[in-house]
């Protein structure tokens, strides 16, 4: 298969997976492993990285209504009833703060013991089913929280944290952890789902600058030990490049309207078990056909 066509699916899962519940992570490992690209390619990590950016800005676009109004009433809030510490854009970063700074901690602890085709079935697999019963444990339960504006500082602080285990387990997904985390403090479907979203963004671009950063401009102790690779820009690369960042944030914009409009209806059930059912279909088949 080409380049070109490679970059068009791997654009084409970025896009679908990055806001679903399901781990794009995984997903790319996978679509990576199948077509045969190899994994510690540095161009091809490289693009992993950036074709993040186009999801992110089709993120940005959908919710700028959203966020400019919450810059307009900053901080009294829509309601005038915030302060400067429970206003959805100082929850959004003290939630970025509490998963940040313990991500960092764990990052080559996780990057070690958790980065293998196993661990992320297994992340795969238990995200699924706790999503279902948290899902199902909360329909049972009144919500207290229905709107970003009615969150507490206490919420936003244990969204923080329970998001620092997508970036600690590979496979878990920052979709799936906020979610639920939401829903386990009284927020109920949509609402989760907007702060993830909203928490989402700070996140991704710090995460992704850093990793690009990172494969741009290595440390002299990784170069000197060969750990990394420079990549040598081509015009046939960046063309690849553009490519998947144009096709991930187009796939992105109509799949955050799509599972907005379908959470409010139908809850989270639909990809519980399709986490189960991939992450057991790993185990049983994934050594065999995409490797550890």
């Given at each position: 298969?080409?380049?070109y066509?490679?970059s068009?699916?791997?654009?084409?899962?970025?896009?679908l997976?990055?806001?679903?519940?399901?781990?794009?992570?995984?997903?790319?490992?996978?679509?990576?492993a199948?077509?045969?690209?190899?994994?510690?390619?540095?161009?091809w990590?490289?693009?992993?990285?950036v074709?993040?950016?186009?999801?992110i800005?089709?993120?940005?676009?959908?919710?700028?209504?959203?966020?400019?109004?919450?810059?307009?009433?900053?901080?009294?809030g829509?309601?005038?009833?915030?302060?400067?510490?429970?206003?959805?854009i100082?929850?959004t970063?003290?939630?970025?703060?509490?998963?940040?700074?313990p991500?960092?901690?764990?990052h080559?602890?996780?990057?070690?013991?958790l980065?293998?085709?196993?661990?992320?079935a297994?992340?795969?697999?238990?995200?699924?089913?706790?999503?279902?019963?948290?899902d199902?444990?909360?329909q049972?339960?009144?919500?207290?929280?229905?709107?970003?504006?009615?969150?507490?500082?206490?919420?936003?602080?244990w969204i923080?944290?329970?998001?620092?285990?997508?970036?600690?387990?590979?496979?878990?997904?920052r979709?799936?952890?906020?979610i639920?985390?939401?829903?386990?403090?009284g927020?109920?479907?949509?609402?989760?789902?907007?702060?993830s979203?909203?928490?989402?963004?700070?996140?991704?671009?710090?995460?992704?600058?850093?990793?690009?950063?990172?494969?741009?401009?290595?440390?002299k102790?990784?170069v000197?030990?060969?750990?990394?690779?420079?990549?040598?820009?081509?015009?046939?690369?960046?063309?690849?490049?553009?490519?998947?960042?144009?096709v991930s944030f187009?796939?992105?914009l109509?799949?955050?309207?799509?599972?907005?409009f379908?959470?409010?209806?139908?809850g989270?059930?639909?990809?519980?078990?399709?986490?189960?059912?991939?992450?057991?279909?790993l185990?049983?088949?994934g050594?065999k056909?995409?490797g550890?």
């Amino acid at each position: 298969m080409n380049p070109y066509m490679q970059s068009v699916l791997l654009g084409i899962v970025e896009g679908l997976t990055e806001f679903l519940p399901v781990s794009s992570t995984a997903h790319l490992r996978i679509t990576e492993a199948l077509m045969k690209i190899p994994l510690d390619d540095a161009y091809w990590k490289m693009y992993t990285i950036v074709i993040q950016l186009g999801a992110i800005l089709a993120l940005m676009l959908l919710f700028l209504s959203r966020i400019v109004d919450f810059l307009r009433t900053f901080p009294a809030g829509e309601n005038q009833d915030r302060t400067w510490w429970n206003h959805p854009i100082s929850l959004t970063l003290i939630a970025f703060f509490f998963t940040s700074v313990p991500a960092l901690l764990l990052h080559k602890w996780s990057e070690k013991n958790l980065g293998s085709l196993t661990a992320m079935a297994l992340a795969l697999l238990i995200g699924g089913v706790l999503m279902w019963v948290i899902d199902a444990w909360s329909q049972r339960h009144e919500p207290n929280t229905c709107d970003v504006e009615e969150m507490s500082l206490p919420q936003a602080i244990w969204i923080g944290l329970c998001q620092t285990l997508s970036a600690v387990f590979p496979g878990t997904s920052r979709s799936m952890s906020t979610i639920a985390a939401g829903q386990l403090v009284g927020m109920d479907r949509p609402t989760a789902l907007e702060f993830s979203f909203l928490i989402s963004i700070p996140t991704m671009v710090a995460a992704t600058g850093w990793d690009l950063i990172k494969e741009i401009h290595p440390s002299k102790a990784a170069v000197a030990a060969g750990t990394v690779a420079h990549v040598v820009m081509s015009a046939d690369r960046w063309i690849v490049l553009l490519i998947g960042l144009m096709v991930s944030f187009i796939v992105a914009l109509g799949v955050v309207e799509w599972f907005l409009f379908w959470v409010r209806k139908h809850g989270f059930t639909m990809f519980a078990i399709y986490r189960i059912l991939l992450g057991g279909a790993l185990l049983l088949w994934g050594a065999k056909y995409i490797g550890s």
